[in-house]
């Protein structure tokens, strides 16, 4: 049995636990209703911003109905709020969005007001959902359903798909087009491998890579452990390239001890416009997933910096490489660092109390690396490894943090060393 440890969220979908949506009660047990079918006429309870509380799903007779599946905590679903917003209003009785959640009104209704500071809603809120999500299973949010006058769904989508030009697609043909389906997958396991092929045929080896959005998957990556806790495979998922160079590079650095840091990196690239701080778009957005049990721990990134190397047009690699850097060392024999104990404090350059209590050398490198003027590697040379107490007040750029170390018998020095470093090259 695989187990899974979740490593990132990011903002294209928010993962959501269908388990905590609430069930029909046994013996009145909901049929999922998929593409081409039609939703039964079920009863619709505790609704908002409606004429009525209560209703049945056929009393919403607009020739296009578009169900919402959303939650308080999941910012990309408030982000397409005003969208949607404007959407109703703008085709009135022609259209009919729904709100549907299945957290309580006593959550739900104050958050919306708050939300909405103090400014009307066109659109009706479903509080408390016992149906919907039964009908309409998914893993990530937003969700959305699109039926037709008849209750027939037409379509399932993310976000990127509630516009005009849909809309008016359907409301003039009653046809959804070209338009993406959301069909979501579990990320605990392996991605586009059915449980049939599996049932018999236990896996031995895949992996995975595509190009663009798949819309039923969330931002983000995964990894997958057997039950030794060896991690045996992973899912990155709609990410750009620099994306999962980026990941697969800080697994790699911290197998090795090293500190993860843009600085650590060398773009050797004819363009690199091409990879580098490219938009969470579509056309700029990649797939990657692998499972194998041949796949322990260390190796496991290895592998997949390989099959990145492979199958794009790009080599990266690390490399042993004579570089600029910023050496710490300690420039006395007093020792003016030393803990004097207490509860740990890691407050260091946030506000106006900045200071580390009872932490380690590493977390103020740590700490260091995030100043913006900091844009060279750091190599700790101190070889202190006891606990540290330290207070720097000032941090406006290199000189005056050198001379704020000084104080406690630090140095801060730029220096020439040969570092790990990852580069990234063309392959041809």
Known sequence: ??????????????????????????????????????????????????????????????????????????????????????????YGKKIQLLKITHQPKTLVLPFLEKFNKGKSSVIPVITDDKVFNDLFPHIYIPHYVWLDQSGKVVAVTSGEQLTAENIDRFLSTANIGNMPVKFDMDTSKPLF?????????????????????????????????????IKTGLSMTNLTLEDLYGIVVSRLFAQRGIINADSRRIIRLKDPSRIIGLRLENRNLYTYACNSPELKNTSLYEYVLEDLNRYTDYIGSIEKTKVKCLVLKRNGVADLIKTKGGPTQRTLFRGTDSKLINASVKVMMVSMMELPFIKMPLVDETGYTSKIDISLKAWTDLPVLQKELKAYGLELQEKERELDMFILRDKN
Not at 208 to 220: A, D, E, I, M, S
Request: overall charge neutral; charged content about 15%.
């Open 1 to 90: 049995m695989k187990k899974t440890i979740s490593i990132i969220a990011m903002a294209s979908l928010c993962l959501f636990f269908n388990a905590i949506a609430q069930s029909q009660p046994p013996g009145n047990p909901v049929k999922p209703v998929s593409i081409g079918e039609t939703i039964p006429d079920v009863a619709v309870t505790n609704i908002y911003n409606y004429k009525t509380t209560k209703a049945s799903f056929s009393d919403f007779k607009a020739p296009l109905i578009i169900l919402d599946f959303w939650t308080t905590w999941c910012t990309s679903c408030l982000a397409d709020f005003p969208k949607a917003e404007a959407l109703q209003k703008q």
């Open 193 to 229: 491998v059915t449980n049939e092929l599996l049932k018999n045929n236990p896996l031995q080896h895949y992996s995975v890579f595509f190009k663009y959005r798949y819309y039923g998957l969330g931002c983000g990556i995964e990894e997958i452990m057997n039950d030794a806790g």
